[in-house]
């Protein structure tokens, strides 16, 4: 990364910006991305830890071109200390997150199998078996009630352990791993304990199940490592986030829930039947601010040309998914929540080949937990004025800490 990079114009670079993520309430767009937009296409920045700055795309179009270009690298990124968001930075063999071509289609071939649209499928009244007594729980016992606890939280954790293999008796501890790793409050040292435990118990579990035979993630990843298709620790390094994934769904569906419940229109659109329901969280995926700041970053592996400028070999890049999901040339009127939207190809799953795995089962979750909370509550509304509903801090991951509901 240089600083003589230019525009090919001969302007300037725009300056670097520092951009701390702050903590924020509700459903705000973050104010420093949103002036980053404003500002152009393509800005540098400096996030909070590692080193230096790295671009910033913020427009659709270039989203969706960058993370399609196997000019821009991940594997690349392992190897320096880029600027980012956690204060927590070692990646492992195997993680399809930093994985490119060839290695990353053999690596996600290896449990495919257990994410497609037919998986699913027959997935889903298993998935119905394990929400309804949670919900049910919350019926019997009246109102009020914290959904996060109740619902939003072990539900996702116990569909992604039932897709992944967990013992109903490990699932716990599996979950105190994870929801350590993805916080910001722990610093390093939370963050490496969790991560030694949560693969600790991985690499045991794989070992475990090198038999193979049944449907479950990790007995489909004992079963490649059996066979020489994937290396332990690459086996082990694809594991962890797949088991991390549930968190995602947790707070993603807490703030859907949350803009159901302070905005009766829309409270109004999704109790009125199935037929607009669909259409209707496919435009909440689009609006709701899901993370803080950017996610993970790559690596031009040449000289690359983007809206006039020049980003050098070695730059790093990150793409904004919340930017372009924002862009009023694609979404007419962006900061607005149009469930009749003709179209709403947006990226809330990411684009190119480091589309989510997990987003089938993602989506399968959120309808599901969407349609059976108001299905069965009835009048569902918050127990709290809006303003004292407490947000998550210090994580990558933004939802509500808590949502208490009456009905």
């Not at 159901?260 to 409270?267: D, G, I, Q, S």
């Amino acid at each position: 990364m240089t600083e003589e990079t230019t525009t090919l114009t001969g302007q300037a670079p725009p300056p670097v910006r520092d951009w701390p993520t702050p903590d924020l309430d509700g459903t705000a767009f973050d104010p420093v991305l949103a002036d980053l937009m404003r500002e152009g296409p393509l800005n540098r920045i400096r996030l909070p830890f590692g080193e230096g700055w790295a671009w910033l795309a913020t427009r659709y179009e270039d989203v969706k071109a960058i993370t399609n270009d196997p000019r821009f690298g991940r594997a690349e990124v392992t190897q320096r200390q880029v600027t980012r968001m956690a204060p927590h930075f070692k990646p492992r063999p195997g993680s399809l997150a930093f994985a490119d071509q060839p290695d990353h289609n053999r690596l996600r071939k290896a449990v495919a199998g257990a994410f497609t649209v037919g998986a699913m499928r027959r997935l889903r009244p298993r998935a119905q078996d394990l929400l309804d007594p949670l919900v049910e729980g919350v019926v019997q016992d009246g109102p009020p009630a914290d959904l996060i606890e109740r619902v939003l939280e072990p539900f996702p954790i116990a569909l992604v352990s039932e897709v992944m293999g967990v013992p109903a008796g490990d699932r716990e501890k599996v979950h105190a791993w994870t929801r350590q790793i993805i916080s910001t409050s722990g610093g390093a040292e939370g963050a490496e304990r969790a991560k030694q435990g949560l693969y600790g118990w991985i690499t045991e579990t794989i070992r475990a199940r090198a038999a193979g035979g049944d449907e479950d993630v990790y007995s489909m990843l004992g079963a490649a490592v059996a066979r020489g298709d994937l290396a332990e620790e690459e086996a082990i390094g694809l594991a962890g986030p797949l088991q991390i994934g549930g968190e995602a769904v947790t707070h993603n569906c807490g703030q859907m829930l949350y803009l159901l419940l302070t905005r009766p229109e829309l409270m109004a659109r999704m109790r009125d039947g199935t037929d607009g329901r669909g259409e209707l969280i496919e435009e909440l995926l689009r609006f709701v601010p899901h993370r803080s700041s950017v996610g993970l970053a790559r690596i031009a592996l040449e000289d690359v040309e983007v809206r006039g400028t020049l980003i050098r070999a070695g730059d790093p890049v990150y793409v904004s998914y919340l930017a372009a999901n924002r862009d009023p040339e694609v979404f007419p009127d962006p900061d607005h929540i149009d469930p009749d939207r003709a179209a709403n190809p947006h990226l809330a799953f990411g684009n190119g080949p480091h589309y989510c795995t997990g987003a089938v089962l993602a989506k399968l979750q959120t309808e599901l937990l969407l349609t059976t909370l108001l299905d069965r509550l009835p009048g569902l509304r918050l127990a709290v004025p809006a303003d004292q509903v407490m947000w998550r801090k210090k994580t990558m991951i933004r939802g509500p800490q808590t949502l208490p509901c009456t009905w």
